[in-house]
Protein backbone atom coordinates (compact mmCIF):
# COMPACT_ATOMS: atom_id res chain seq x y z
CA UNK A 1 0.00 0.00 0.00
CA UNK A 2 2.76 2.60 0.96
CA UNK A 3 5.13 3.34 -1.63
CA UNK A 4 8.83 2.82 -0.67
CA UNK A 5 11.34 5.97 -1.00
CA UNK A 6 13.38 4.31 -4.41
CA UNK A 7 10.05 4.04 -6.34
CA UNK A 8 8.92 7.48 -6.24
CA UNK A 9 10.20 8.17 -9.71
CA UNK A 10 8.57 8.56 -12.88
CA UNK A 11 7.62 5.96 -15.28
CA UNK A 12 10.41 4.14 -16.77
CA UNK A 13 10.56 5.37 -19.81
CA UNK A 14 14.16 5.10 -21.10
CA UNK A 15 15.22 8.17 -23.17
CA UNK A 16 18.25 7.36 -25.42
CA UNK A 17 21.26 8.40 -24.25
CA UNK A 18 22.70 9.99 -27.95
CA UNK A 19 19.73 12.58 -28.18
CA UNK A 20 19.15 13.05 -24.11
CA UNK A 21 21.89 16.11 -23.86
CA UNK A 22 20.42 17.53 -27.16
CA UNK A 23 16.91 18.27 -26.08
CA UNK A 24 18.22 19.15 -22.01
CA UNK A 25 17.32 22.56 -22.74
CA UNK A 26 13.35 21.99 -23.69
CA UNK A 27 13.34 19.75 -20.18
CA UNK A 28 14.62 22.15 -18.31
CA UNK A 29 12.74 25.08 -20.39
CA UNK A 30 9.80 23.49 -19.33
CA UNK A 31 10.55 22.70 -15.56
CA UNK A 32 11.30 26.23 -15.11
CA UNK A 33 7.81 27.58 -17.11
CA UNK A 34 6.24 25.13 -14.86
CA UNK A 35 7.59 27.20 -11.81
CA UNK A 36 6.13 30.31 -13.09
CA UNK A 37 2.66 30.52 -11.84
CA UNK A 38 4.02 29.21 -8.58
CA UNK A 39 6.34 31.84 -7.73
CA UNK A 40 3.17 34.41 -8.87
CA UNK A 41 0.67 32.27 -6.27
CA UNK A 42 3.76 32.77 -3.76
CA UNK A 43 4.06 36.17 -4.51
CA UNK A 44 0.38 37.34 -4.41
CA UNK A 45 -0.06 35.11 -0.94
CA UNK A 46 3.02 36.86 0.88
CA UNK A 47 1.64 40.29 0.02
CA UNK A 48 -1.87 39.74 0.91
CA UNK A 49 -1.45 38.34 4.18
CA UNK A 50 1.92 39.55 5.69
CA UNK A 51 1.21 42.87 7.80
CA UNK A 52 2.88 43.13 11.04
CA UNK A 53 0.07 43.08 13.29
CA UNK A 54 -2.38 40.10 11.38
CA UNK A 55 1.33 37.99 10.95
CA UNK A 56 -0.83 34.84 12.46
CA UNK A 57 -3.11 34.12 9.52
CA UNK A 58 -0.02 33.81 6.96
CA UNK A 59 1.56 31.29 9.54
CA UNK A 60 -2.27 29.49 9.86
CA UNK A 61 -2.96 29.44 6.41
CA UNK A 62 0.56 27.66 5.36
CA UNK A 63 -0.99 23.94 5.16
CA UNK A 64 -3.39 25.09 2.66
CA UNK A 65 -0.87 27.01 1.11
CA UNK A 66 1.90 23.88 0.69
CA UNK A 67 -1.35 22.09 -1.00
CA UNK A 68 -2.11 24.35 -3.46
CA UNK A 69 1.61 25.27 -4.09
CA UNK A 70 2.17 21.03 -4.99
CA UNK A 71 -1.10 21.22 -7.28
CA UNK A 72 -0.28 24.67 -9.15
CA UNK A 73 2.90 22.73 -10.05
CA UNK A 74 1.87 19.58 -11.18
CA UNK A 75 -1.50 21.00 -13.05
CA UNK A 76 1.00 24.03 -14.91
CA UNK A 77 3.58 21.34 -15.89
CA UNK A 78 1.37 19.05 -17.49
CA UNK A 79 -0.52 21.80 -19.31
CA UNK A 80 2.79 23.28 -20.40
CA UNK A 81 3.70 19.72 -21.70
CA UNK A 82 0.75 19.10 -23.19
CA UNK A 83 1.33 22.35 -24.99
CA UNK A 84 4.34 21.36 -26.84
CA UNK A 85 3.19 17.83 -27.23
CA UNK A 86 0.58 19.16 -29.59
CA UNK A 87 3.42 20.85 -31.31
CA UNK A 88 5.63 17.68 -31.33
CA UNK A 89 3.15 15.76 -32.66
CA UNK A 90 2.15 18.64 -36.00
CA UNK A 91 5.73 17.58 -37.34
CA UNK A 92 4.92 14.14 -36.74
CA UNK A 93 1.87 11.93 -36.03
CA UNK A 94 2.60 8.91 -33.57
CA UNK A 95 1.58 5.62 -34.69
CA UNK A 96 1.70 1.86 -33.79
CA UNK A 97 3.88 -0.57 -35.20
CA UNK A 98 7.44 -2.54 -35.39
CA UNK A 99 10.04 0.37 -35.70
CA UNK A 100 14.21 0.39 -35.48
CA UNK A 101 15.69 1.45 -32.78
CA UNK A 102 18.13 3.85 -34.86
CA UNK A 103 18.01 7.77 -34.64
CA UNK A 104 16.95 7.69 -38.20
CA UNK A 105 13.88 6.00 -37.82
CA UNK A 106 11.77 9.17 -36.89
CA UNK A 107 9.10 7.09 -34.93
CA UNK A 108 11.69 5.82 -32.59
CA UNK A 109 13.38 10.22 -32.66
CA UNK A 110 10.53 11.34 -31.70
CA UNK A 111 9.14 8.66 -29.78
CA UNK A 112 12.12 9.61 -27.41
CA UNK A 113 11.40 13.22 -27.26
CA UNK A 114 7.82 12.78 -26.48
CA UNK A 115 8.99 11.12 -23.57
CA UNK A 116 11.65 14.32 -22.36
CA UNK A 117 8.28 16.14 -23.04
CA UNK A 118 6.18 14.29 -20.42
CA UNK A 119 9.06 13.46 -18.27
CA UNK A 120 8.23 16.57 -15.38
CA UNK A 121 4.85 16.25 -14.96
CA UNK A 122 4.82 12.31 -14.83
CA UNK A 123 7.81 12.65 -12.07
CA UNK A 124 5.63 15.44 -10.10
CA UNK A 125 2.44 13.51 -10.22
CA UNK A 126 4.20 10.40 -9.07
CA UNK A 127 5.88 12.18 -5.79
CA UNK A 128 2.87 13.90 -4.89
CA UNK A 129 1.75 12.83 -1.49
CA UNK A 130 -1.58 13.54 -1.55
CA UNK A 131 -3.95 10.59 -3.13
CA UNK A 132 -6.36 13.19 -5.39
CA UNK A 133 -5.39 14.05 -9.11
CA UNK A 134 -2.28 11.21 -9.23
CA UNK A 135 -2.32 9.18 -12.51
CA UNK A 136 -5.55 9.25 -13.77
CA UNK A 137 -5.71 13.16 -13.80
CA UNK A 138 -2.49 13.62 -15.61
CA UNK A 139 -2.38 10.48 -18.10
CA UNK A 140 -6.09 11.84 -19.16
CA UNK A 141 -3.87 14.95 -20.80
CA UNK A 142 -1.69 12.59 -22.46
CA UNK A 143 -4.75 10.44 -24.69
CA UNK A 144 -4.89 7.74 -22.00
CA UNK A 145 -8.35 7.39 -21.05
CA UNK A 146 -8.51 5.39 -17.43
CA UNK A 147 -11.99 4.36 -16.76
CA UNK A 148 -14.37 6.13 -13.15
CA UNK A 149 -13.18 3.63 -9.49
CA UNK A 150 -9.90 2.41 -10.68
CA UNK A 151 -7.04 2.02 -8.75
CA UNK A 152 -4.27 2.61 -10.82
CA UNK A 153 -1.98 5.27 -8.15
CA UNK A 154 0.83 2.82 -6.80
CA UNK A 155 2.08 1.17 -10.90
CA UNK A 156 3.52 2.58 -13.35
CA UNK A 157 1.20 3.53 -16.78
CA UNK A 158 2.90 4.26 -20.07
CA UNK A 159 1.60 7.37 -20.93
CA UNK A 160 0.79 6.42 -24.45
CA UNK A 161 -1.46 4.14 -26.47
CA UNK A 162 -2.97 2.82 -23.52
CA UNK A 163 -7.09 2.57 -22.77
CA UNK A 164 -8.17 1.26 -19.32
CA UNK A 165 -11.63 0.93 -18.84
CA UNK A 166 -14.13 1.67 -15.37
CA UNK A 167 -13.63 -0.32 -11.91
CA UNK A 168 -10.64 -1.85 -12.88
CA UNK A 169 -8.07 -2.64 -9.92
CA UNK A 170 -3.89 -2.12 -11.03
CA UNK A 171 -1.83 -3.56 -8.36
CA UNK A 172 1.10 -2.36 -6.70
CA UNK A 173 4.48 -2.33 -8.45
CA UNK A 174 3.07 -3.59 -11.43
CA UNK A 175 4.00 -1.86 -15.06
CA UNK A 176 2.17 -1.48 -18.19
CA UNK A 177 4.25 -1.04 -21.06
CA UNK A 178 3.03 0.10 -24.02
CA UNK A 179 7.13 -0.01 -25.65
CA UNK A 180 9.11 -2.55 -26.36
CA UNK A 181 12.81 -2.58 -27.11
CA UNK A 182 14.29 -6.35 -28.15
CA UNK A 183 17.91 -5.40 -29.43
CA UNK A 184 17.81 -3.52 -32.62
CA UNK A 185 13.78 -3.38 -33.04
CA UNK A 186 11.77 -1.10 -31.20
CA UNK A 187 7.96 -2.27 -30.91
CA UNK A 188 4.68 -0.05 -30.03
CA UNK A 189 1.84 -1.34 -29.61
CA UNK A 190 -1.59 -0.63 -28.08
CA UNK A 191 -2.96 -2.12 -24.97
CA UNK A 192 -6.48 -2.41 -23.89
CA UNK A 193 -8.02 -3.36 -20.52
CA UNK A 194 -11.24 -3.77 -20.62
CA UNK A 195 -14.39 -2.81 -17.73
CA UNK A 196 -14.24 -4.80 -14.26
CA UNK A 197 -10.18 -6.49 -15.38
CA UNK A 198 -8.18 -7.09 -12.10
CA UNK A 199 -4.04 -7.05 -12.32
CA UNK A 200 -2.31 -7.98 -9.58
CA UNK A 201 0.65 -6.44 -7.76
CA UNK A 202 4.29 -7.12 -9.52
CA UNK A 203 2.42 -8.03 -12.97
CA UNK A 204 3.66 -7.00 -16.52
CA UNK A 205 1.60 -6.09 -19.50
CA UNK A 206 3.69 -6.47 -22.79
CA UNK A 207 2.73 -4.14 -25.87
CA UNK A 208 -0.15 -5.57 -27.71
CA UNK A 209 -2.15 -7.19 -24.68
CA UNK A 210 -5.72 -7.20 -24.77
CA UNK A 211 -7.66 -8.00 -21.30
CA UNK A 212 -11.08 -8.49 -22.03
CA UNK A 213 -14.00 -7.65 -19.67
CA UNK A 214 -13.54 -8.92 -16.19
CA UNK A 215 -10.71 -11.27 -16.88
CA UNK A 216 -8.18 -11.55 -13.87
CA UNK A 217 -4.47 -11.84 -14.34
CA UNK A 218 -2.54 -13.00 -10.65
CA UNK A 219 0.00 -11.30 -9.00
CA UNK A 220 3.70 -11.76 -10.04
CA UNK A 221 3.00 -12.85 -13.66
CA UNK A 222 3.44 -11.30 -17.25
CA UNK A 223 2.08 -11.33 -20.55
CA UNK A 224 3.71 -12.33 -23.25
CA UNK A 225 3.34 -10.15 -26.66
CA UNK A 226 -0.32 -9.30 -28.20
CA UNK A 227 -1.52 -11.73 -25.90
CA UNK A 228 -5.79 -12.06 -25.22
CA UNK A 229 -7.10 -12.62 -22.07
CA UNK A 230 -10.19 -14.12 -21.88
CA UNK A 231 -13.47 -12.62 -20.78
CA UNK A 232 -14.36 -13.97 -17.02
CA UNK A 233 -10.87 -16.47 -16.72
CA UNK A 234 -8.04 -16.60 -15.01
CA UNK A 235 -4.31 -16.34 -15.87
CA UNK A 236 -1.14 -16.79 -14.38
CA UNK A 237 2.56 -17.18 -14.77
CA UNK A 238 5.73 -16.30 -16.95
CA UNK A 239 4.29 -16.10 -19.39
CA UNK A 240 0.50 -15.89 -18.57
CA UNK A 241 -1.42 -19.18 -19.07
CA UNK A 242 -5.35 -20.28 -18.47
CA UNK A 243 -5.71 -21.71 -14.85
CA UNK A 244 -6.91 -25.09 -14.46
CA UNK A 245 -9.91 -24.73 -12.90
CA UNK B 1 2.30 -21.34 15.98
CA UNK B 2 -0.97 -23.18 15.20
CA UNK B 3 -3.95 -22.12 13.29
CA UNK B 4 -7.52 -23.62 13.31
CA UNK B 5 -8.17 -25.87 10.38
CA UNK B 6 -11.57 -24.83 10.09
CA UNK B 7 -10.80 -21.46 8.86
CA UNK B 8 -8.86 -22.22 5.17
CA UNK B 9 -10.00 -19.51 2.93
CA UNK B 10 -10.47 -20.53 -0.57
CA UNK B 11 -9.58 -18.25 -2.91
CA UNK B 12 -8.80 -18.37 -6.19
CA UNK B 13 -5.80 -16.14 -7.55
CA UNK B 14 -3.71 -13.64 -5.39
CA UNK B 15 -4.82 -10.30 -6.27
CA UNK B 16 -3.15 -6.56 -4.58
CA UNK B 17 -3.61 -4.54 -1.78
CA UNK B 18 -5.14 -1.18 -2.08
CA UNK B 19 -8.09 1.04 -1.49
CA UNK B 20 -10.72 2.60 -3.36
CA UNK B 21 -11.01 6.57 -2.97
CA UNK B 22 -13.84 7.22 -0.26
CA UNK B 23 -14.56 10.71 1.07
CA UNK B 24 -13.24 9.94 4.17
CA UNK B 25 -9.65 10.32 2.52
CA UNK B 26 -10.16 14.09 3.05
CA UNK B 27 -8.81 13.22 6.36
CA UNK B 28 -5.32 14.46 5.45
CA UNK B 29 -6.05 17.90 4.59
CA UNK B 30 -7.12 17.59 8.72
CA UNK B 31 -3.60 16.01 9.33
CA UNK B 32 -1.78 18.65 7.81
CA UNK B 33 -4.05 21.73 9.63
CA UNK B 34 -3.06 20.10 13.29
CA UNK B 35 0.69 19.12 12.30
CA UNK B 36 0.62 23.39 10.79
CA UNK B 37 -0.81 24.58 13.90
CA UNK B 38 1.44 23.10 16.21
CA UNK B 39 4.14 23.78 14.61
CA UNK B 40 3.13 27.54 14.87
CA UNK B 41 2.15 27.61 18.03
CA UNK B 42 5.65 26.22 19.08
CA UNK B 43 7.68 28.20 17.12
CA UNK B 44 6.25 31.27 18.32
CA UNK B 45 6.73 30.25 21.95
CA UNK B 46 9.96 28.95 21.33
CA UNK B 47 11.91 32.23 19.38
CA UNK B 48 10.00 34.52 22.14
CA UNK B 49 11.43 32.69 24.45
CA UNK B 50 14.59 32.24 23.77
CA UNK B 51 14.93 35.71 22.38
CA UNK B 52 13.50 36.89 25.87
CA UNK B 53 16.16 34.40 27.52
CA UNK B 54 18.73 35.62 25.49
CA UNK B 55 18.42 39.52 25.79
CA UNK B 56 15.14 40.11 27.82
CA UNK B 57 13.17 41.72 26.02
CA UNK B 58 9.92 40.60 23.84
CA UNK B 59 10.63 39.53 19.85
CA UNK B 60 7.65 40.82 18.02
CA UNK B 61 8.72 40.52 14.35
CA UNK B 62 9.93 37.66 11.88
CA UNK B 63 12.02 40.15 10.12
CA UNK B 64 15.54 40.58 9.49
CA UNK B 65 15.87 42.46 12.77
CA UNK B 66 17.29 39.04 14.91
CA UNK B 67 20.53 38.78 16.30
CA UNK B 68 23.86 36.45 15.10
CA UNK B 69 23.00 33.72 17.81
CA UNK B 70 19.62 33.25 15.84
CA UNK B 71 20.79 32.82 12.56
CA UNK B 72 23.51 30.45 13.59
CA UNK B 73 20.68 27.65 15.43
CA UNK B 74 18.76 28.73 11.94
CA UNK B 75 19.41 25.31 10.58
CA UNK B 76 19.13 22.88 13.98
CA UNK B 77 15.49 25.02 13.81
CA UNK B 78 14.31 24.13 10.45
CA UNK B 79 15.31 20.56 11.10
CA UNK B 80 13.56 20.75 14.34
CA UNK B 81 10.70 21.86 13.07
CA UNK B 82 10.18 19.05 10.07
CA UNK B 83 10.65 16.39 13.15
CA UNK B 84 7.85 18.04 15.51
CA UNK B 85 5.38 18.64 12.05
CA UNK B 86 5.59 14.86 11.49
CA UNK B 87 5.47 13.44 15.09
CA UNK B 88 2.56 15.93 16.05
CA UNK B 89 1.06 14.19 12.99
CA UNK B 90 1.83 10.65 13.44
CA UNK B 91 0.79 11.14 17.06
CA UNK B 92 -2.72 12.60 15.73
CA UNK B 93 -3.04 9.97 13.41
CA UNK B 94 -2.38 7.38 15.71
CA UNK B 95 -5.33 8.60 18.33
CA UNK B 96 -7.73 8.63 14.93
CA UNK B 97 -6.45 4.93 14.43
CA UNK B 98 -7.22 3.47 17.71
CA UNK B 99 -10.31 5.40 17.90
CA UNK B 100 -11.80 3.32 14.41
CA UNK B 101 -10.36 -0.05 16.01
CA UNK B 102 -12.57 0.75 18.79
CA UNK B 103 -15.51 2.09 16.92
CA UNK B 104 -15.27 -1.17 14.85
CA UNK B 105 -12.78 -3.94 16.19
CA UNK B 106 -9.76 -4.88 13.90
CA UNK B 107 -11.29 -8.63 11.74
CA UNK B 108 -9.71 -11.60 9.99
CA UNK B 109 -12.43 -12.90 7.18
CA UNK B 110 -13.73 -12.43 3.70
CA UNK B 111 -15.99 -8.98 3.85
CA UNK B 112 -18.61 -7.84 0.96
CA UNK B 113 -18.15 -4.83 -0.25
CA UNK B 114 -20.16 -2.12 1.57
CA UNK B 115 -19.76 -4.32 5.01
CA UNK B 116 -18.91 -2.17 7.80
CA UNK B 117 -15.48 -3.86 8.09
CA UNK B 118 -14.86 -2.80 4.41
CA UNK B 119 -15.93 0.56 5.26
CA UNK B 120 -13.33 0.16 8.24
CA UNK B 121 -10.68 -1.18 6.66
CA UNK B 122 -10.54 2.15 4.26
CA UNK B 123 -10.59 4.41 7.03
CA UNK B 124 -8.02 2.66 8.40
CA UNK B 125 -6.02 2.92 5.31
CA UNK B 126 -6.72 6.46 4.39
CA UNK B 127 -5.61 7.38 7.99
CA UNK B 128 -2.22 5.62 8.15
CA UNK B 129 -1.57 6.82 4.18
CA UNK B 130 0.12 10.54 4.83
CA UNK B 131 2.16 10.07 8.17
CA UNK B 132 3.77 7.36 6.73
CA UNK B 133 4.40 8.85 2.98
CA UNK B 134 5.92 11.65 5.60
CA UNK B 135 8.19 9.01 7.74
CA UNK B 136 9.43 7.51 4.02
CA UNK B 137 10.27 11.03 2.91
CA UNK B 138 12.41 11.96 5.83
CA UNK B 139 15.98 10.87 5.80
CA UNK B 140 16.04 8.86 8.93
CA UNK B 141 15.71 5.44 7.69
CA UNK B 142 14.39 3.96 11.29
CA UNK B 143 11.55 6.43 11.79
CA UNK B 144 8.75 4.54 9.51
CA UNK B 145 9.16 1.85 11.96
CA UNK B 146 8.26 4.12 14.86
CA UNK B 147 5.36 4.54 12.67
CA UNK B 148 4.26 1.14 12.23
CA UNK B 149 4.55 0.54 15.79
CA UNK B 150 2.14 3.48 16.31
CA UNK B 151 -0.05 1.52 14.02
CA UNK B 152 -0.49 -1.85 16.51
CA UNK B 153 2.33 -3.19 13.85
CA UNK B 154 4.45 -5.31 16.13
CA UNK B 155 8.13 -4.91 14.72
CA UNK B 156 10.47 -6.65 17.15
CA UNK B 157 13.83 -4.82 17.38
CA UNK B 158 16.74 -3.99 14.41
CA UNK B 159 14.00 -4.68 11.81
CA UNK B 160 15.04 -3.69 8.19
CA UNK B 161 11.85 -2.29 6.51
CA UNK B 162 12.13 0.72 4.64
CA UNK B 163 12.00 -0.57 0.93
CA UNK B 164 9.03 -2.12 0.74
CA UNK B 165 5.03 -1.90 0.21
CA UNK B 166 3.92 -2.75 3.75
CA UNK B 167 0.54 -2.73 5.11
CA UNK B 168 0.12 -1.09 8.95
CA UNK B 169 -2.84 -3.64 10.08
CA UNK B 170 -2.58 -7.80 11.19
CA UNK B 171 1.60 -7.66 10.99
CA UNK B 172 4.03 -9.35 13.05
CA UNK B 173 7.71 -9.32 12.95
CA UNK B 174 10.02 -10.89 15.12
CA UNK B 175 13.58 -9.60 15.84
CA UNK B 176 16.47 -9.19 13.78
CA UNK B 177 14.31 -9.76 10.61
CA UNK B 178 15.82 -8.45 6.99
CA UNK B 179 13.25 -7.58 4.13
CA UNK B 180 14.92 -6.73 1.12
CA UNK B 181 14.46 -4.31 -1.73
CA UNK B 182 10.96 -3.78 -3.56
CA UNK B 183 8.93 -6.29 -1.50
CA UNK B 184 5.37 -6.49 -0.68
CA UNK B 185 4.12 -7.73 2.54
CA UNK B 186 0.39 -7.36 2.27
CA UNK B 187 -2.07 -8.46 5.17
CA UNK B 188 -5.07 -7.85 2.83
CA UNK B 189 -5.81 -8.50 -0.76
CA UNK B 190 -8.25 -6.35 -2.60
CA UNK B 191 -11.01 -7.75 -5.11
CA UNK B 192 -13.80 -5.96 -6.95
CA UNK B 193 -16.74 -7.30 -5.08
CA UNK B 194 -14.80 -8.72 -1.30
CA UNK B 195 -12.09 -7.84 0.80
CA UNK B 196 -9.31 -10.65 2.35
CA UNK B 197 -7.99 -9.91 5.52
CA UNK B 198 -5.47 -12.17 7.30
CA UNK B 199 -2.92 -12.10 9.75
CA UNK B 200 0.76 -12.35 8.72
CA UNK B 201 3.40 -13.84 11.39
CA UNK B 202 7.47 -13.24 10.41
CA UNK B 203 9.04 -15.35 13.03
CA UNK B 204 13.03 -13.99 14.09
CA UNK B 205 15.88 -13.87 11.99
CA UNK B 206 14.38 -14.47 8.82
CA UNK B 207 15.23 -13.15 5.18
CA UNK B 208 12.44 -11.90 2.84
CA UNK B 209 14.16 -12.32 -0.59
CA UNK B 210 14.31 -8.89 -2.92
CA UNK B 211 11.15 -8.73 -5.11
CA UNK B 212 8.89 -10.97 -3.21
CA UNK B 213 5.40 -11.59 -2.03
CA UNK B 214 4.64 -12.36 1.23
CA UNK B 215 0.58 -12.82 1.17
CA UNK B 216 -2.04 -12.56 3.81
CA UNK B 217 -2.28 -15.42 6.13
CA UNK B 218 1.45 -16.40 5.73
CA UNK B 219 3.43 -17.60 8.97
CA UNK B 220 7.07 -17.62 8.48
CA UNK B 221 8.81 -19.61 11.12
CA UNK B 222 12.22 -18.71 12.90
CA UNK B 223 14.93 -18.61 10.70
CA UNK B 224 13.36 -19.13 7.53
CA UNK B 225 14.66 -17.89 3.94
CA UNK B 226 12.15 -16.94 1.38
CA UNK B 227 14.20 -17.03 -1.76
CA UNK B 228 14.34 -14.16 -4.50
CA UNK B 229 11.50 -13.33 -6.77
CA UNK B 230 9.20 -15.74 -5.41
CA UNK B 231 5.96 -15.59 -3.44
CA UNK B 232 3.60 -17.18 -0.86
CA UNK B 233 0.12 -18.86 -1.88
CA UNK B 234 -2.52 -17.46 0.83
CA UNK B 235 -1.99 -19.76 4.32
CA UNK B 236 1.43 -20.88 3.81
CA UNK B 237 3.53 -22.44 6.14
CA UNK B 238 7.09 -21.93 5.38
CA UNK B 239 9.19 -24.06 7.87
CA UNK B 240 12.06 -23.04 9.81
CA UNK B 241 15.74 -23.01 9.18
CA UNK B 242 14.94 -23.78 4.81
CA UNK B 243 15.52 -21.75 2.20
CA UNK B 244 11.99 -21.60 0.08
CA UNK B 245 11.57 -20.88 -3.40
CA UNK B 246 8.39 -20.98 -6.55
CA UNK B 247 5.83 -19.39 -7.45
CA UNK B 248 4.05 -19.76 -5.43
CA UNK B 249 6.66 -21.45 -3.04
CA UNK B 250 7.23 -25.52 -3.57
CA UNK B 251 11.13 -26.31 -3.58
CA UNK B 252 12.81 -25.90 0.06
CA UNK B 253 16.87 -26.15 0.03
CA UNK B 254 18.72 -26.40 3.05
CA UNK B 255 21.00 -23.24 4.78
CA UNK B 256 24.33 -24.48 4.22
CA UNK B 257 27.63 -22.75 5.31
CA UNK B 258 30.63 -22.03 2.90
CA UNK B 259 32.62 -24.66 3.27
CA UNK B 260 29.46 -27.66 3.38
CA UNK B 261 28.57 -26.41 -0.45
CA UNK B 262 32.64 -26.17 -1.74
CA UNK B 263 32.23 -30.25 -0.60
CA UNK B 264 29.51 -30.95 -2.04
CA UNK B 265 30.79 -29.09 -5.66
CA UNK B 266 33.92 -31.18 -5.71
CA UNK B 267 32.02 -34.23 -5.09
CA UNK B 268 29.71 -33.40 -7.87
CA UNK B 269 32.99 -32.94 -10.04
CA UNK B 270 33.80 -36.61 -8.78
CA UNK B 271 30.98 -38.15 -10.62
CA UNK B 272 31.89 -41.03 -13.39
CA UNK B 273 31.98 -38.55 -16.20
CA UNK B 274 34.79 -36.42 -14.99
CA UNK B 275 36.59 -39.17 -13.22
CA UNK B 276 38.96 -39.95 -15.60
CA UNK B 277 40.20 -36.22 -15.59
CA UNK B 278 40.10 -35.87 -12.19
CA UNK B 279 42.34 -39.34 -11.55
CA UNK B 280 44.31 -37.86 -13.60
CA UNK B 281 45.09 -34.58 -11.92
CA UNK B 282 45.25 -36.47 -8.69
CA UNK B 283 47.79 -38.03 -10.14
CA UNK B 284 50.16 -35.78 -11.52
CA UNK B 285 49.58 -33.76 -7.99
CA UNK B 286 51.17 -37.23 -6.07
CA UNK B 287 53.96 -36.86 -8.56
CA UNK B 288 54.72 -33.32 -7.57
CA UNK B 289 54.75 -33.64 -3.77
Known amino acids: MFQPVSLKGDS ?32 SYVIYFWSKTDYWLFFILLPLNVLAAIYIVQFSATLISVLILKIVNLLHVPKEGNFKR ?12 RNIVKKCP ?18 WFFGVKIGKKTICDNSWISSEFVSIGANVIIGMNSTILS ?29 GTVMEQNS ?8 SYDQVLRENSIYLGHPAKLKNT | MERDNYSKFEMD ?14 IIIVQLFVGGIVLFLVNLWFINGLYYLLTGSD ?20 YGNILLFTFTIILFSAGIFKLLNKLSPPREGIFERGSKDWKYMHRRFWVAYFPIWLARALPLPWIDIVVYRFFGTRVGKSVVLYEGYVDPLFIEIGDFTMTSLNICIFSHLIYQDKIL ?29 LGVNSYTSIEQELEGNLIHIGTPVSLTLPIQSVEESKNKAEKVKLEPSNAEANQNEIDLNLKEE
Open chain 1, 12 to 43: PSPIDERIRGKYLILYIGIIILSLVPLSIFEY
Open chain 2, 13 to 26: FISTSGVYKTPFSL
Open chain 1, 122 to 139: LYVTASNPFPWFKNRFTL
Open chain 1, 179 to 207: FGIEQDNFILRKIRVGNGALIGAKCFLLP
Open chain 1, 216 to 223: KLSAHSYT
Open chain 2, 197 to 225: IKKVKIGKACVVGPHTIVSPGTIMQDFAV
Open chain 2, 59 to 78: FYSFGLKAEWYYWLLLPLNI
Open chain 1, 102 to 113: SLEDRDYLFWNI
